[in-house]
């Protein structure tokens, strides 16, 4: 007979883990299913506004968040990705790309993952002198000149960890302006080994065995910058389509209320991969307490 659990939470994120730690306090029988852990947390540079935290990386509160975890002897099924989910009444069957699980609730905390340019070249030198995570592999390219690609928060805080790192940094922004935090800005703005285009994007991306180049639009001209490094900070996409039945807005962000409710009973979502508007560590993990607790109630009382 196949085991239903009171819970599976679903990504293993800021939201997720938190979801996790609140599940294990309250004594529930769940299950978390993950890809990673530490989720966009541990691409994160330099975190200041994270509160008991004046300064910490965003690897090292990954780490916090996982030790947390583990405290609990939580079981966690890593490189497990969901695949979909599915209501079946009283009951939900969660599939993964290894095995299949029967839960009373879920909470879907998967995230975020980084668009794509979309140019051509992208493909041929993805991890060939192109990333999209310059906290995972910015020191690879230590010397080196480098492009970020974007211009709001995300774009930023890989330019702070990459001016230190490389020996300069290009930023291509097709906004007229830098977004982001003004404190942010302000540093990027200041870097003397930054160089901004503005009202600008990427053409094609070349090289021969690495990655050699990009071609900058501008308004006025095609310019052939020579670069190792392109780092491509261009926003994020929702890791929502494996859940084919909740309501989701126009960006895939699932909808939910202020419990954390979806519109199928039983499952919930939380962080990033929901339509809260702000998108910060701090509140994603908040989500994935307020969501754990909702799944708690709802089982009390169903």
């Known amino acids: 007979m196949t085991k239903t659990y009171d819970l599976i939470i679903i990504g293993a994120g800021p939201a997720g883990i938190t979801a996790a730690v609140y599940a294990a306090r309250k004594k529930m029988d769940f299950l978390v299913v993950t890809g990673d852990i530490g989720g966009q ?3 994160s540079g330099d975190i200041e506004n994270y509160t008991g935290y004046q300064f910490i990386t965003g690897p090292e509160l990954a780490q916090k968040f996982e030790e947390h975890m583990r405290k609990y002897n939580i079981p966690v099924k890593e490189q497990e990705e969901a695949v979909e989910v599915e209501s079946l009444g009283k009951e ?3 599939k993964t790309n290894k095995t299949e699980y029967k839960t009373k609730t879920v909470i879907i905390a998967s995230g975020k993952r980084s668009k794509e340019l979309g140019v051509p070249g992208e493909k041929e030198f993805k991890n060939r002198g192109l990333t999209y995570c310059a906290t995972c592999d910015g020191p690879i390219f230590s010397g080196k000149d480098v492009a970020v690609i974007g211009g709001g928060n995300s774009a930023l805080d890989a330019v702070l960890q990459l001016i230190r790192i490389a020996n300069k940094v290009y930023v291509i922004n097709n906004a007229p302006v830098l977004g982001g935090d003004p404190i942010m800005r302000q540093k990027v703005e200041e870097a ?7 009202s600008s994007t990427v053409g094609a991306i070349s090289g021969s065995k690495m990655l050699e180049s990009i071609t900058v639009r501008t308004k006025d001209e095609d310019k052939i910058l020579s670069v ?10 929702p890791n929502s389509s494996f859940v084919k ?5 126009s960006y895939g962000e699932i909808k939910i209320n202020s419990r954390n409710e979806t519109n199928i009973p039983g499952i919930f979502a939380a962080g990033d991969v929901t339509d809260t508007p702000q998108k910060q560590i701090i509140i994603a993990a908040g989500e994935g307490s307020k969501a754990a607790l909702s799944a708690f109630h709802y089982l009390a009382k169903h």
């Open 228 to 237: 190792q490094g392109v780092f491509v900070e261009i926003g994020l996409i």
């Open 92 to 94: 939900i069957l969660v």
């Open 192 to 198: 003397g080994n930054v160089t901004i285009f503005n």
């Open 41 to 43: 947390a541990a691409w």
């Open 245 to 249: 039945d909740v309501e989701k807005n």
